[in-house]
């Protein structure tokens, strides 16, 4: 298994911060341009990666301002698991964790570590730029 994470520090709020990221449609707002055809609702979401593929993605544990975990909806290029985990720092700040947990034969790994190592940090930053605007 491959693990790619990336943090960052938000200055907001706990409650604040997991009420964002367990709605999935607000995270069409943290995904870079190469992201589009995204649907989604309150549990699941759908996009296709430009060059990559196609995938959907549903909430499969929510734990009250703790974490978030997202799984494969049917058919995906390998099996993965995305965690968005937040520890309260204080009263007014959160740190945000997002993991991706990847199966990568060792060829796909050399091929998409890059990608989804620019995509954590990609989403954490923009998940800071987001909440503290």
Known sequence: MTTIASKCIIKQP??????????????????PENVYNWSSTTDEASFTVQNMTKLSLKIGQRI???????VPVGEAPFDLSLTWKLNMIDATATEAVFTI????????????????????D????????????
């Open 14 to 31: 706990i409650e604040t911060v997991y009420n964002f990221l367990s709605d999935c449609n607000n995270h069409e707002q943290l995904m």
């Open 64 to 70: 009250e301002n703790k974490e978030i975990l997202f």
């Open 101 to 120: 947990i990847a199966d990568l034969n060792m060829m796909m790994k050399m091929i998409a570590s890059g990608p989804l190592k620019k995509l954590v």
């Open 122 to 133: 990609f989403e954490t930053s923009k998940l800071k730029n987001t909440l503290e605007t």
